[in-house]
C-alpha cells in the first residue's frame, strides 16, 4: 500500500468554483502535512501546511482528519491562476517525506 | 532572500557521460534531499543528507552518488547517465523539526542525447 494516495484528476472547473482535494495516508503515525503546488515543469512550492485545527489562507482551506487519515485542500472562488498540480506531502517522522502522485487542476474560462 | 540555489537549470549530457549537479542553499538547514521527477509523476526520493550522514534510498541505483562538503553544498552525481535518467532534478531542504516543510531549488532538467 502507498503512503500517500491522491486522486490524480484532472480536475477541470470553470473560474469562480469552488473544488476540493483529499489525500489519504497510510500510516497513523505521520506527525506533519503539507500541500504544495506545482506548475508544469517547475519545481514544487509550499501552499500551506495543514494544522490539526484546520487553517485557511485566503481562498485555501486546508483540513487534516486523524481518525479517517485523509487531509484536504478547498479552493474557493477559482482562478485562472490556480491551474497546476497539487501535491499532498506527508512526513512521518524525522526526515521522511512522502509524496503523493499530484493532483491536476485546470481552471477554464 | 534565503534560498536553495540549482545549477545549472539545464544540463545535457552524452549518453553514458557523468555529470554532476549542484544544490546550495543559504538557510542553514541541516537535511538536503536529492529527488528524481519524471513527466507526470511524483518526486523520487534518492538520498538525503542528515548533516553529515548520507542516507540512500534502497532503490536508487549505484549510478547515482552524492557528496556533500558543507552544510551548505550538496552535489549529485551521474557516473554514467542513461537515458532512462532524463528527468527533472530537485534538490531539497528541511530543519529536522518534523513539523517544518521542504523548501525546494528550481531543478535542473537533465536531458541525454
Known amino acids: 500500500r502507498k503512503e500517500v494516495e491522491q486522486d490524480p484528476g484532472p480536475f477541470n472547473v470553470p473560474e469562480g468554483a469552488t473544488v476540493a482535494f483529499n489525500c489519504t495516508y497510510s500510516?497513523?503515525?505521520?506527525?506533519?502535512f503539507f500541500w504544495y503546488r506545482q506548475d508544469c515543469r517547475k519545481e514544487p512550492k509550499l501552499l500551506m501546511s495543514?494544522?490539526?485545527s484546520g487553517n485557511e489562507d485566503g481562498r485555501f482551506t486546508a483540513q487534516l482528519n486523524r481518525a479517517s487519515q485523509y487531509i484536504s485542500l478547498l479552493i474557493r472562488d477559482s482562478k485562472l491562476s490556480d491551474s497546476a498540480t497539487y501535491l499532498c506531502?506527508?512526513?512521518?517522522?524525522?526526515?521522511?517525506?512522502?509524496f503523493g502522485t499530484g493532483t491536476s487542476l485546470t481552471v477554464i474560462p | 532572500d534565503a534560498m536553495v540555489i540549482q545549477n545549472p537549470r539545464y544540463q545535457v549530457t552524452q549518453f553514458g557521460k557523468p555529470v554532476t549537479l549542484s544544490c546550495s542553499q543559504t538557510?542553514?538547514?541541516?537535511?538536503m534531499y536529492w529527488y528524481q521527477q519524471k513527466s507526470s509523476q511524483a518526486p523520487k526520493l534518492l538520498f538525503h543528507?542528515?548533516?553529515?550522514?548520507?542516507?540512500n534510498e534502497a532503490d536508487t541505483p549505484d549510478n547515482f552518488q552524492s557528496r556533500r562538503p558543507n552544510t551548505s553544498f550538496c552535489f549529485l552525481d551521474i557516473r554514467s547517465p542513461g537515458l532512462g535518467d532524463a528527468a527533472m532534478y530537485l534538490c531539497?531542504?528541511?530543519?529536522?523539526?518534523?513539523?517544518?516543510?521542504?523548501?525546494f531549488g528550481d531543478g535542473t532538467r537533465l536531458s541525454i542525447l
Open positions: 531539497a531542504t528541511s530543519r529536522t523539526a518534523s513539523n517544518q516543510p521542504q523548501h
Open positions: 500510516n497513523s503515525a505521520s506527525q506533519s
Open positions: 495543514v494544522y490539526s
Open positions: 506531502v506527508v512526513n512521518k517522522w524525522g526526515n521522511q517525506f512522502y
Open positions: 538557510l542553514n538547514h541541516n537535511v
Open positions: 543528507y542528515y548533516d553529515k550522514d548520507f542516507n
